[in-house]
């Protein structure tokens, strides 16, 4: 890095990129997520080196990549006029790339920041000093809301009709079967179960070739697969608060780059040996920048979320970092577009779990933050699993749990815990006089009942809804 000299922040931003990816029907659907996300990583390495390129040709001495992962890319060059006026006909011609292959379905915002670097950290933007390089991630992030807000206006004029004019189905028109976008422009994919033919565009045609490519590589099974006779688990998982971090976290490009070299280093490698312990149960659809996107058979992607916790914490010590998630449970046959939806419902309401405190995971309609209710809920589950496998506990106790949490939850009367009380002394009962680990089990929910919170009663209802339906996955397999 050049002291005291006039350099070039340029950064890029690939928006839409976890719509693109699912927003597919359930044709071809493995593929087709796997060939989108490796189009999308490969698309943005192109983007940087693009930038690159314009450096070079310009012979600018200064050529560094500060991070590219995830749909975004940051670099530093020389700052002259040929090099920004490269790069914003470069942002013209990939822009129009983008409508004419995507129609509005991934948008890009690159803007640039001439600064100078202090000896003793921090910049220098405009005249104006400041202590820290997160200033340069925080006016650049404004630029980019800015462009996203008038995302494709250069190609308003020159595409008018593109845009706005009414698409009539028939004649040579088709429709993509995997985006559904109507586009004469739609070619011959293959044929379907029933033999009607495939129509697809054809960038989504190369996606998927690709996707093939990539399962006959890493071997990557369907939904139905992966289901295996039960769900589907749909995983999304980003970091906690990861731009607060760049905007306040550094004062030196060098401590930036340190960690942003263990975060890429952690997505884009790590998680692959996470994975391989669940190779048979599951998939990563998506990983870079902060986030990723898997889906599998919907206890394992639990399981495999968190590990994925676990590791996180430990790769990261000390960055004060953590990552939060959402599970959606559905059929295999459920729309792929649609189950991405409810997982990212379910990350945003862990991310808001308790007062935006984060660090928690969402699924089965409930919050558990990591460092306290998921291990506890675990536990439970695992009891209940357990006591009704080996100790012929009736299978029936979890509904009758579920039907008490729900009164405490939304019922000031308080009868139901004598109803709960009574329920569990007739269980007891029932119990054969030998079976002493079911009676006692049964005698301390009978105890614990009578000093129990709402939230244990959340949690409770939580852990029989896990262990209901793990119960019913293995019962059934």
Known sequence: MEMNKTLLFIGGDLSGIQKFIYNISSKKAMVSLKGRSAYLSGYTDRLCHGILDIALVQNSPTKDVVYCSGGKFYLIVE??????????????????????EHRGQLGLAIAYIPFIAKDNGGVII??????????????????????KNKKFSSLLLDKYDEFFDVILEGGETKVC???????KQCVKLDKDSDGNEIWVLPSVKNQVELGKKIRATEGFKTLEEYADGSYIGILRMDVDGL???????????????SFSQKLSSFFDKHLKLIQSRFKDYLNIVYAGGDDL???????????????????????????????????????DKYPVSK???LSGEAERAAKEYRNSKKNALAFLGECTSWEREFGQVRQMMEEFVSQINKNGVPKGLLQQLMRYAE?????RNISYIWHETYYLTRQIDRCEKGNVAARNFLSRLRKEGLTKTKEDYRLLALASRWAELKLRTYNNS
């Open 243 to 257: 731009g607060a971090r760049f905007v306040k976290g550094f004062k030196t490009f060098d401590e930036y780059s």
């Open 79 to 100: 700052d002259q006029p040929a090099i920004r006026n490269a790069v914003d006909s470069y942002y013209a011609e990939q822009e129009e790339k983008l409508w004419t």
């Open 126 to 147: 405009e005249g104006i000093e400041y202590e820290t390089i997160g200033e340069l991630w925080k006016q650049i992030t404004q630029k980019f809301s800015s462009l």
């Open 177 to 183: 079967a995997i985006t559904g976008i109507e586009d």
């Open 339 to 341: 189950s991405a939806e």
């Open 293 to 331: 996107f898997a889906v599998g058979r919907w206890d394992k992607i639990i399981d495999f979320a968190e590990e994925v916790h676990r590791e996180f914490d430990s790769y990261m010590t000390g960055e004060s970092l953590s990552i939060s998630g959402g599970v959606a449970i559905v059929s």
């Open 407 to 411: 009164l405490a939850l939304n019922d």
